[in-house]
Every structure is written in C-alpha cells, then in structure tokens.
C-alpha cells in the first residue's frame, strides 16, 4: 500500500483505521461527511503532513474519485444505521465499488457477523462457516458480501474484514458505547442484551492493526477474513471493568426485547436492534487461526486495560 483512502474515517472503524495507517507512515486520504470530525481526528494525530481531508459522499463514485487522487487502496469503513441497512447498504456497496473498478483498485471492506445467522456449533467459527442468516440485516448483510465479490467490478480487487462487537474510544455507533459513555460519566445506564452470556469482542485499536496488516498483503485479497478478539467477556465483565476504571459505580441495568420494543416506540435504532439480539444469547465466536497461519501472530491489548483505556479517554474527551 503507497496510498490509501480511507471511507468514514471519523466513524468507529475508520478513526483507528486512519491512525494506524498514519502510525505508518503510509500517505492517507480521510473521506468523511463532517469537515469538523475529519479536523478534530486530525488534531488528535497530530496533524501529519502525509494525511489529507476530504468532506464528501460516499455515495457518490466521482467524490471517491476525486479524493483518492491516486490511491491504490481502498478501506471502505463506511456504514449504515441499524434503522437504514437494508435500504441503503447496498447502493452505497455499489457505488463503492463503482469507484474501485474505474481506479483498478484493492479494495477492504470492513462487515460483521451477521451474515453467519445462528451458530451451527460451539467451536469457533472459521471463515468457511455456512452463511445462513435468518434476520432481515443478515440477509442484507449477505447480498452485500455477493455485491462485492460479483465479477463485474473488475479490475477490482476485493476482500471483506469481519469483525465480532467492538469497543474503543471511536465506537460512537456500538450500542456498547452508549453503556460506556454512561459508566465513564459516573451516571446509571442500561446494557443492551444478556449481561451473563459471555460474548466475543475486540477493542478497535487492536483490529485497525490487523485490517492495515490484512491490507497490505496482495494475497489476501478475493478472501473473507476474521478479526477476532482476545477472549469472551460477559456484559457484568465490562461493566465491573469500565465502574473501576470511572472510580464510580452506578446501576446498569440489562435491556432486552421488552424494554428495546417499547424504546423502540419512540427510537428507530434501538427498534431495529431486536431482532439482532439472538447474538447476546447465542454468541459466536471467530476463530483467528487463519489470520495466524497466513498473516502473523495475533497482538492483543488484554481487555482489562483496553476497557480502563477507552473509560479514561471518553472521561477526557468529556472534561475537553
């Protein structure tokens, strides 16, 4: 990778993303939609000469164009609101890879789960796992992953990243985050689904560092690829860590289908996050073991300080 343009890099994914290519040395293009965030991201890398920023649409194949002025990389970390995925994820796919085929570039695009649909066994699950979703957004998720992989765009290249749920200082998205912005300001707070089913994630950080090494190899690409994370956490886990990292304990409460439904009455999000939720209660988990083989070792921040790390950035972030 000489140069990269980055999709959504003010978002959850693309913040870290961009830091970690920058961390690089590698010459960067952030495209986002607020000039303000772009700048702000910006200010906390401190400001590198080989970074530029570009407000624009991603929606819009010309706009990546223009703002790739060259790059041979793509790194679509772009996303979609629960409430709007299956409306508009795949016309921003295609207009992604319209732009991917007219620059022949590599392209990584940065998923989830959920078009595995429900686990098929307790193992952990390799990237030639069955795809059976049974949730409208996995579904959706699927043909999306069709959408990329479809030879019409050539001489684009494409590979898919998967993450498990994430956290992290730029997780303004996760639903966690809500949990944790809430802990770090010392207030009470709900989490989102089972709170005793131990559960997969990773701190963002960690898996920018393995979507920029996943990058930069050209064998890697036509494949999916896991990002897992370190080790199972439980909703008590997280909540015991981020309360001793805040000095403060206040009451966090689990939220499940009843109370998200009647949210939902009056909040879209959390309205579309319902039928999500068999994943806090029959949890995958990604196995790592091909990213080890044909990638490296795996380097993980263990959760402990990942999580007291994003409380103490989110309590900063509120005192700026």
Not at 83 to 94: Q, R
Not at 116 to 142: C, F, N, S, V, W
Not at 215 to 238: E, F, K, V
């Amino acid at each position: 990778m000489k140069k990269v343009i980055v999709l959504g890099a003010a978002g959850g994914v693309g913040a870290p993303v961009t830091a970690e290519l920058v961390s690089r040395g590698i010459e960067t293009v952030a495209l986002g939609r607020s000039m303000a965030k772009l700048k702000q991201l910006a200010e906390e890398l401190g400001n590198p000469a080989h970074l530029t920023l570009t407000a624009g649409d991603a929606f819009e194949p010309d706009t990546i164009i223009r703002a790739a002025a060259g790059a041979d990389t793509i790194i679509h970390s772009a996303n979609m609101p629960y409430h709007e995925m299956e409306t508009k994820l795949l016309p921003l796919g295609e207009s992604v890879m319209e732009a991917a085929k007219r620059m022949a570039a590599k392209i990584v695009v940065v998923d989830g789960i959920y078009p595995y649909g429900r686990r098929i066994t307790a193992d952990r699950i390799t990237e030639d796992h069955p795809k059976q979703p049974h949730t409208r957004k996995g579904k959706t998720r699927l043909a999306y992953e069709r959408l990329i992989f479809e030879p019409k765009w050539q001489p684009a290249k494409p590979l898919i990243v998967r993450l498990p749920d994430y956290y992290g200082p730029s997780a303004q998205a996760s639903y966690l985050n809500v949990t944790m912005e809430a802990i770090a300001a010392g207030k009470p707070t709900a989490f989102v689904g089972n709170m005793r089913v131990p559960r997969e994630y990773v701190y963002l950080p960690d898996a920018a560092r393995m979507i920029a090494e996943v990058a930069g190899r050209d064998s890697a690409y036509g494949q999916n690829w896991h990002i897992p994370g370190p080790g199972l956490l439980s909703g008590r886990d997280i909540v015991a860590i981020a309360q001793r990292a805040s000095g403060r304990r206040k009451a966090v409460v689990p939220l499940g289908r009843f109370g998200l439904s009647l949210i939902g009455l009056f909040n879209p999000v959390m309205k579309a996050v319902v039928e999500m939720l068999y994943l806090t209660e029959e949890p995958l988990v990604l196995s790592g073991e091909k990213y080890e083989r044909e990638i490296g070792p795996i380097r993980w921040t263990p959760h402990e300080q990942a999580i007291t790390d994003t409380i103490r950035c989110l309590q900063r972030k509120r005192q700026a």
